[in-house]
């Protein structure tokens, strides 16, 4: 099992920037790929970004490319989401997921472990 922890949410003026980390735990060495989804009220998870653990491959939304970025950090088994100039439709909660395989990153549901959400907040 791999455990994930978040942290780093809060509320921010649009415009600004938070940095959000995922940190991992347990069985790290089957992990291939990181990625961060969100959730706002009354909507499905989506995409946010993802990197392979190995290549460093980066991926993101359409809504968040030029914004947001991803990183990672293999020997503290942590994975970082830059997020500058937010925009109040960022507003969700923010998940880490780890998988064992690199197909289909974009897809939540083929990720294996979660973390619990950190409340990103941006108001207007």
């Known amino acids: 099992q791999v455990q994930l922890v978040e942290s780093g949410g809060g509320l921010v003026q649009a415009g600004g920037s938070l940095r959000l980390s995922c940190a991992a735990s347990g069985r790290t060495a089957s992990i291939s790929a990181m990625g961060w989804f969100r959730q706002a009220p009354g909507k499905e998870r989506e995409f946010v970004a993802a990197?392979?653990?190995?290549?460093?491959?980066?991926y993101y939304a359409d809504s968040v490319k030029g914004r947001f970025s991803i990183s990672k950090d293999n020997a503290k088994n942590t994975v970082t989401l830059q997020m500058n100039s937010l925009k109040p439709e960022d507003t969700a909660v923010y998940y880490c997921?780890?998988?064992?395989?690199?197909?289909?990153?974009?897809?939540?549901?083929?990720?294996?472990?979660w973390g619990q959400g950190t409340q990103v907040t941006v108001s207007s």
């Open positions: 997921a780890a998988r064992r395989d690199t197909v289909a990153l974009l897809s939540s549901q083929l990720y294996d472990f």
């Open positions: 990197i392979t653990w190995s290549g460093g491959r980066t």
